[in-house]
T-cell receptor, first 114, second 109 residues
Framework: DAGVTQSPTHLIKTRGQQVTLRCSPK?????VSWYQQALGQGPQFIFQ???????QRGNFPDRFSGHQFPNYSSELNVNALLLGDSALYLC?????????????FGQGTRLTVV | GQQVMQIPQYQHVQEGEDFTTYCNSS?????IQWYKQRPGGHPVFLIQ?????EVKKQKRLTFQFGEAKKNSSLHITATQTTDVGTYFC?????????FGTGTRLQVFP
């Protein structure tokens, strides 16, 4: 049973470019959340997808957008990259049952903006 | 969502010593979760506490949720080098997780 998988594992981009990160949730999970973790800090919630709709959004600008596909996989897109977007981007999945908030995290994508 | 503070920020211990990290909120929390993140790794779920005053144990780890549901603690007895990592508390806020600031544990053999 594969857990949460993310691709790519590492990425280097230039300021102003756009990036797309991908996530496949754990088998049986239908809800995908994205988090940004800057060095030395805790993960910060970006947004959550369920039934191909954005259900929740954290305090991130519109440059951050996402998508969920019918097979529950998800993408995170970031436009007009800034140096401050350099971070570990984590995808977490779980099931949409009341009270079931245990999140299974992928290994993350380390994004470096130069 | 409300910020959750953790103390200490760093802790260095000798192998075999005990370790405790505390998580504090200014408001009542519906639940508290604990995660461990190894260096270079990703957060891994350890446990969830829901009830006021709840105490749960996992081998050498003891988790506690305060009576007022505003604080929580994680205690590790007789640390081992495998306990190295950053420990985060997190709480659920309308289906999203709000993470604490984390406590980084270093264990010297």
């Amino acid at each position: 049973d594969a857990g949460v998988t993310q691709s790519p594992t590492h990425l280097i981009k230039t300021r102003g470019q756009q990036v797309t990160l991908r996530c496949s949730p754990k088998s049986g999970h239908d809800t995908v959340s994205w988090y940004q973790q800057a060095l030395g800090q805790g993960p910060q919630f970006i947004f959550q997808y369920y039934e191909e709709e954005e259900r929740q959004r954290g305090n991130f600008p519109d440059r951050f957008s996402g998508h969920q596909f019918p097979n529950y996989s998800s993408e995170l897109n970031v436009n007009a990259l800034l140096l401050g977007d350099s971070a570990l981007y984590l995808c977490a999945s779980n099931t949409n049952y009341v009270g079931n908030t245990e999140a299974f995290f992928g290994q993350g994508t380390r994004l470096t903006v130069v | 969502g409300q910020q959750v503070m953790q103390i200490p920020q760093y802790q260095h211990v000798q192998e075999g010593e005990d370790f405790t990290t505390y998580c504090n909120s200014s408001t009542t929390l519906s639940n508290i979760q604990w995660y461990k993140q190894r260096p270079g790794g990703h957060p891994v779920f350890l446990i969830q506490l829901v009830k006021s005053g709840e105490v749960k144990k996992q081998k050498r780890l003891t988790f506690q949720f305060g009576e007022a549901k505003k604080n929580s603690s994680l205690h590790i007895t007789a640390t081992q080098t495998t306990d190295v990592g950053t420990y985060f508390c997190a709480h659920e806020d309308t289906d999203k997780l709000i993470f604490g600031t984390g406590t980084r544990l270093q264990v010297f053999p």
